[in-house]
C-alpha cells in the first residue's frame, strides 16, 4: 500500500495487515514519520522510542508471515495515557516526582492490548495525575488553544493522525472533552467495562478507562480489545461484555429514541455550541424527545465533586506529604478540599449516586440514549490556563453510564465541538449502534 | 424446545438461548435430571450444587432478557476437574487432604467461563492431585471400566451428557486418554495458549489445561473461551491466538498432508487399536506419509518422565511432609524417584526437551499434522487398577503441541478408542481444520 499510511483507519490497516497487503513496519514507520513531522508544535508525546515501537512492529509481520494467529489489532500503532503501567517503557503521570519511573509490571490493559497484536507506541502526556493540572500538550486544530484534559496527549495523538487510535482514562470529563476539543471520537464505555489494574488512581469509585479514534468502528473496537473481567479491578463485572462494534455496524431495528434534558449549567455552554445542538436536535425531529431540567440533576454535579475530592486527597496523601513542593496548586487546593469534607459527607455523596443509577435506568426503558453536550464549546486558548469545564460530563460519569462523542459541529473560531450521547450500563452496543444511526440521519440530512 | 436437552451441542445450546429458543434453566435443569439418572454408577462429581447451578443459569436467563450482552457460552452448563480452583465450591484435588479445601479465588480460567456467560455446573472427580491414583468414577460405556484418568470426571461427565463441555488438564495423558477410552472429542492446545494461575501444579514444564466435548466445534469453542494471556502464568503469552473454532470451520486450502511415525512402543498398542488405526491410515491414502520410527522419541519419553518426577516430587513435598500418611503408594514412589534425580539430570532433561521442538518444528514445515494412537487401546477394566498408559502423549505434552483425539474407532469389547492428531506449536487453529478434515475424508469413504 501507498500513501498516507498514518491516516488509514485501525479498522483497515489491521485488515490490510492480516491480508499481507500492508507491514506493521511501514504503519509504524509512517505514523513516527507524521510524529517527527508535527509533535514539535503539539507535544503529544511523554514517552516515545521509534526503535522500540518498530521492533514490535517487525514482530507482528513475523507472526503474520510464519502462518501464526494474527489479533483484531495486529500489528497497528496505540498510544497510552501516561499514567497506565508499562514495565517497558516509564510511566510518569504527569509530574516531576515521577520522572523515569519503570513501573514492575504492565497493567491489565496493556496486556489485553498485546494478546490483540497491537504496537504500543509510547506514553502520551497527561494532565498532573490525571487532574487539572495541564500538560503542555498543544491542540493539533489550532496551536494556540488546549487539547482539553486531562487526556491530553491522547486526544492530540489521534487528531494529528500520530496514531489511529489511542487509550486515555476519565473520571469527571478526562476523555470527552479532549475529544471533542481536538475533534475525534471519544468513548468512556460502562462502569468496569474495562479493568483499571495497572493505572493510577484517582478515585476508585469514579475513574474509568477509555479511548480515542478518528471513526467509530475504531473507537468501538479499541474498547472490546480492552474490555475484559478482572477481579484485581473492584467495578470489573465476571458478565458477558457487549461488543461496540457489532454495534457501530449493526442497523438499528427501529429507529432509535433519544432524550434531551435541558441541563441546569446550560447557561454555561456557548452560543455556537448551543446553535449546533439545535441544529442536531432539529435534523433528528420526532425522534429527539425534549424534557424540562430535572433537579436531581444539579446536585449530582456536586455529588460528583464530592466524592472526587474527598477520594483523590486520600489518594494523593502519600505523594503530597513526601513532595508537598512539587504537586501543583490545583491538587494541594484538591486535597484541602478533601480533607474538608467529612464523612458522613461523603457517605451521603455515595448514597445519592445510588439513586442517581435507578432514575437514569428508568429512562433508558424508553430512550436509546440521552444527547447532550460534549464540553462547553470550542478549545478554550491556553491562555486560560485550564483545560475547560467538565460539567457535561460528570453526572453521566457519576453514574457508570456510557459516553460518546462524536466530532460533529464545528465552533466559531473554526474548532470542533463534539455531540454526547450516553446510553444505558452495559448496553454500550446498542449506545455504539445509536451513534451510527445519528451519523447516518444526519448525513442524509445534509444532503 | 422439546426433548433431550441435555444432548444438545454447546454451539447449538447457545445459539438457542441467545435466541430465546431455549433457556439456560431449562438445559441445565435437563442436566441435572441426566446427573440425577446416571451419576450413581459413574461418579463422575466431585461436588454438585443443583440450586448453585440454577441460580447462575437463571442470572444468564435475566440477562438475556434484559437485553444485555450475552456471551459465547452463555447459559452452557461446564464441568471443572476439581484441581480447578473456584471460590464459589470446595477444590479438593482428588485427596481426602483436601476435604472441603475452598480456595480464597477463582482460577483464571473460571473468570473467563463467567465472562462468556457459562454456568459452572460443579467439580468433577480426579485421580489424586492429577496423578495416577484412582478416582471411583466409572466408564460410561461400562461401568466395569476405567473412564482413564487424571481428568477422569471431566471425560465421564461429557460422554454421559452430564454437560456438553468439561475442563481438564494434562501432564502426562490426563486429558487424551480418558476421552478416548470415554468415546469424547479431547483437546490439550499449545503450551501457554491457556493460563493455570489458580490450578492445582505438579510440573510447572508439564501441566497444561484442556477440555472435553462431544462435537469438534464445541471442544474448538471452549478452548477459544479459555485460552487468554495471563502474565501470571509463566507458559502464557502475550500474543493473539489462534480461533480453534475459525479452524473447525474452515475448508482446508489444499487436502492436508499427515505424519505417521512408527513409534518405538509401537508393541504397547493392543491389536485392535492398530487395526482400527491402519484402517484409518489407509482411507487417507496418499495424504499420510510413514516414517520409521525415530530415535529421538524412545527418549523423550524418559524425559518427560525425569522432568515429571523431578518437579512432582518437589511440588508435593510441604503435603507429603504434613500428611505422609495420607497419600497414595503411586504418590509416594513418584516423591521417591524424584528426589533420585539429580539436578543435573533434569537440567540435562530440560536440555534434550528444547531440541524436541526444534525437531517437530522441521516436521510441521511440511506437515500439517502427526497422527498417533490416543492411548494403547480400550479402557483398562477396573481391576486393573490404573487409569491407562501415557506414553502415546507424553512426548506431544514434552514438545508442548497442540494435541486432539477424535472418537473415531470402536474396539473389541465394544468400547471407544480415539485417533490422535498433533499440530505445530500455536496452529491449534491449523490442527482443528485438520481434523475436520479427516473426519469428513473418513465420512466420505464409509459411505
Not at 495497572?198 to 479511548?211: I, M
Request: with cysteine; charged share 20%.
Amino acid at each position: 500500500m501507498k500513501g498516507e499510511l498514518y491516516k488509514l483507519s485501525a479498522v483497515d490497516a489491521a485488515q490490510a495487515i492480516r491480508d499481507g497487503r500492508l507491514s506493521s513496519e511501514a504503519l509504524v514507520q509512517s505514523c513516527l514519520d507524521q510524529i517527527a513531522a508535527t509533535n514539535g508544535v503539539i507535544k503529544a508525546w511523554a514517552c516515545l522510542d521509534p526503535e522500540l515501537a518498530l521492533v514490535q512492529a517487525r514482530e507482528m509481520d513475523r507472526i503474520r508471515r510464519s502462518g501464526k494467529a494474527t489479533g483484531a489489532l495486529h500489528g497497528v500503532p496505540v498510544g497510552l495515557k501516561d499514567i497506565i503501567d508499562t514495565r517497558f517503557m516509564p510511566t510518569e503521570c504527569g509530574s516531576e516526582i515521577f520522572a523515569g519511573r519503570v513501573p514492575e509490571g504492565d497493567a491489565s490493559i496493556v496486556n489485553r492490548l498485546r494478546e490483540a497484536g497491537a504496537v504500543i507506541m509510547g506514553k502520551l502526556s497527561t494532565a498532573e495525575f490525571a487532574y487539572l493540572h495541564p500538560t503542555d500538550t498543544t491542540n493539533p486544530h489550532n496551536a494556540a488553544h488546549t487539547p482539553g484534559g486531562s487526556s491530553s496527549g491522547s486526544a492530540a495523538a489521534v487528531a494529528a493522525h500520530h496514531v489511529p487510535l489511542a487509550v486515555g482514562t476519565q473520571t469527571g470529563g478526562s476523555i470527552i472533552r479532549p475529544a471533542s476539543f481536538c475533534g475525534t471520537y471519544g468513548a468512556k464505555p460502562t462502569r468496569g467495562l474495562i479493568p483499571r489494574t495497572g493505572l493510577f488512581r484517582t478515585s476508585a469509585t469514579l475513574d474509568q478507562v477509555g479511548g480515542f479514534a478518528n471513526t467509530l468502528e475504531d473507537l468501538a473496537l479499541l474498547i472490546d480489545v480492552l474490555g475484559c473481567y478482572d477481579p484485581a479491578d473492584s467495578d470489573s463485572f465476571a458478565r458477558p461484555r457487549p461488543s461496540l462494534l457489532d454495534g457501530a455496524r449493526a442497523q438499528a431495528p427501529v429507529e432509535p429514541d433519544i432524550a434531551w434534558f435541558d441541563l441546569p449549567f446550560h447557561d454555561r455552554l456557548s452560543p455556537d455550541a448551543a446553535a449546533g445542538l439545535e441544529v442536531v436536535i432539529e435534523a433528528l425531529g420526532p425522534r429527539v424527545e425534549r424534557f424540562p431540567t430535572a433537579p436531581q440533576l444539579a446536585e449530582l454535579v456536586s455529588v460528583h465533586k464530592t466524592i472526587y475530592d474527598y477520594e483523590i486527597a486520600r489518594q494523593m496523601t502519600p505523594i503530597a506529604t513526601e513532595h508537598g513542593d512539587r504537586i501543583s496548586s490545583e491538587m494541594r487546593e484538591a486535597i484541602t478540599r478533601g480533607y474538608a469534607i467529612s464523612d458522613d459527607q461523603y457517605q451521603d455523596a455515595l448514597g445519592v449516586k445510588a439513586s442517581a443509577n435507578a432514575f437514569f435506568t428508568d429512562h433508558f426503558n424508553d430512550f436509546d440514549a440521552i444527547m447532550a453536550p460534549s464540553a462547553s464549546g470550542e478549545a478554550l486558548p491556553l491562555s486560560a490556563g485550564n483545560t475547560g469545564d467538565a460539567v457535561y460530563c460528570t453526572i453521566w460519569t457519576l453514574a457508570g453510564l456510557p459516553c460518546l462523542t462524536l466530532p460533529m459541529l464545528v465552533g466559531e473560531a473554526g474548532l470542533p465541538i463534539g455531540v454526547q450521547l450516553i446510553g444505558a450500563v452495559e448496553e454500550d452496543d446498542r449506545l455504539t449502534r445509536t451513534a451510527a444511526w445519528v451519523q447516518r440521519a444526519l448525513a442524509d440530512d445534509a444532503e
